[in-house]
């Protein structure tokens, strides 16, 4: 029985740290959000409708496996809450995993926007990020999406019964991964380093 948790914020919310974090900690398997992307955008260039059909495939065959093999597995997402089909989209996973016996727990980052804008330019967000390599195009992209949607939810919504919100513009990953951890009772798995983390 696999679990999935969703890491959950707008753009450079440290959504990625704290999954990293989470990661080690847990030795849970971690797909990024941006792993998906920056592999289509390498084979099929930047937003052309081939990369989005793959990097929806991409992603769904992970998910599909994670279930199949037992794989527990962090994915980090950016929603925008007033959208139906995001909620649709968050439901179809909850539903997958849950149906075939394991747990789903949403995890959702805020921070304020000029923290936000410094964590944008990061080194180690360059580095994993090759389409965020472009600052200026990354920075307008993110002040667009902070403009034109609704990136954290309202306070008292709560989408699922394991929903955590965490205002992480004062804490270190770990201190937001033991938060995590805490709060949803987790105990890490009795895996390998290579099984998680094999390459990183």
């Not at 936000?116 to 994993?128: C, F, V």
């Not at 987790?186 to 998680?196: F, I, P, Q, V, W």
Request: proline residues 2%.
């Amino acid at each position: 029985m696999a679990n999935l948790i969703v890491i959950c914020g707008p753009q450079a919310v440290g959504k990625m740290t704290v999954a990293e974090s989470l990661r080690d900690k847990l030795r849970y398997n971690l797909m990024m959000n941006h792993d998906s992307i920056e592999m289509s955008d390498r084979i099929f260039g930047f937003d052309t409708p081939a990369q989005r059909e793959f990097n929806r495939i991409f992603r769904e065959k992970a998910f599909e496996l994670a279930v199949k093999h037992d794989v527990d597995l962090i994915f980090t997402y950016v929603c925008a809450f007033e959208m139906q089909e995001e909620r649709d989209y968050l439901n179809g996973l909850r539903d997958l995993f849950t149906q075939n016996g394991g747990q789903f727990f949403f995890v959702e980052l805020s921070a304020d926007l000029e923290t936000r804008l410094a964590r944008n330019e990061t080194p180690h967000r360059m580095e994993r990020k090759a389409s965020k390599r472009n600052v200026a195009w990354s920075r307008d992209n993110l002040l667009k999406d902070d403009k034109n949607h609704r990136l954290n939810s309202a306070d008292g919504e709560f989408w699922y019964d394991n929903h955590l919100k965490i205002d992480n513009t004062e804490l270190e990953p770990d201190q937001a991964a033991d938060r995590i951890i805490a709060a949803f009772h987790l105990s890490a798995n009795n895996k390998d380093e290579k099984e998680y983390r094999f390459g990183v």
